[in-house]
């Protein structure tokens, strides 16, 4: 029987070196708006198929660490930014998911030893880099720029509105208290991890992991009311 995983990768590489190409067709300091939305796409679509793809590095280096999820959520969401800040660096003589790879192992390294060096147990004190680049992704394909203010007022208002009741209807296991509704008002207003599991009584990891993995549910059902 053939072994077709390496078949697998080579198509997974090709699909992400060609959104890497596409977001490197619009320059990072164009100066216009609608050139500027489409790289905003296509690095969006860039980052859901990294975040997809099945081959993130596990970090296994630090899954003895008591805040290994911690440390893992902060670190991803920095790679993030750090993928998008600086895509014109990939080279492409390397896979795609290597580079990614290469750079998340770099950022848990940073957030874990931080974290360690101050010696607290609660996630760094940069957290909130996760909610804000996941809810600035909602209005990344629109080429008008608006008020940072004016964005989070309009997206605050969808979320109380919350016109198909999703976000009231899902919620943490054993916590109704803390569905999506009152975790995405609380992220808008700037609240670290640490403020919203002490609001709503839910461990950080818990509150953290359930956000991180409805992001794209989320963005899909914001996206239809913007």
Request: aromatic residues 8%.
């Amino acid at each position: 029987m053939t072994n077709d995983f390496p078949l697998r990768d080579d198509a997974l590489n090709q699909e992400l070196q060609q959104l890497v190409n596409e977001a490197n067709r619009y320059p990072a300091d164009s100066q216009n708006p609608t050139d500027r939305a489409k790289r905003r796409i296509a690095l969006n679509k860039l980052i859901n198929a990294i975040r997809g793809s099945g081959k993130l590095s596990k970090q296994a280096q630090w899954m003895e660490s008591p805040n290994y999820e911690d440390y893992y959520h902060e670190a991803l969401q920095i790679t993030f930014v750090e993928i998008c800040q600086k895509i014109e660096q990939y080279n492409p003589e390397h896979p795609v998911m290597a580079w990614v790879n290469i750079i998340f192992s770099r950022r848990i390294s940073d957030v874990a030893k931080k974290d360690q060096k101050r010696g607290i147990t609660q996630l760094p004190k940069h957290q909130k880099v996760a909610p804000v680049l996941a809810l600035d992704e909602i209005n990344k394909d629109l080429p008008i720029e608006n008020e940072i203010s004016s964005e989070q007022q309009q997206l605050k208002e969808i979320i109380e509105n919350d016109p198909e009741k999703i976000l009231k209807n899902d919620y943490i296991q054993d916590y109704p208290q803390a569905n999506l509704q009152v975790i995405l008002l609380l992220v808008l207003e700037g609240k670290r991890w640490k403020d919203i599991s002490e609001e709503l009584g839910v461990p950080i990891s818990t509150a953290s992991s359930f956000y991180q993995r409805r992001m794209r549910k989320i963005i899909t059902y914001l996206k239809k009311y913007i």
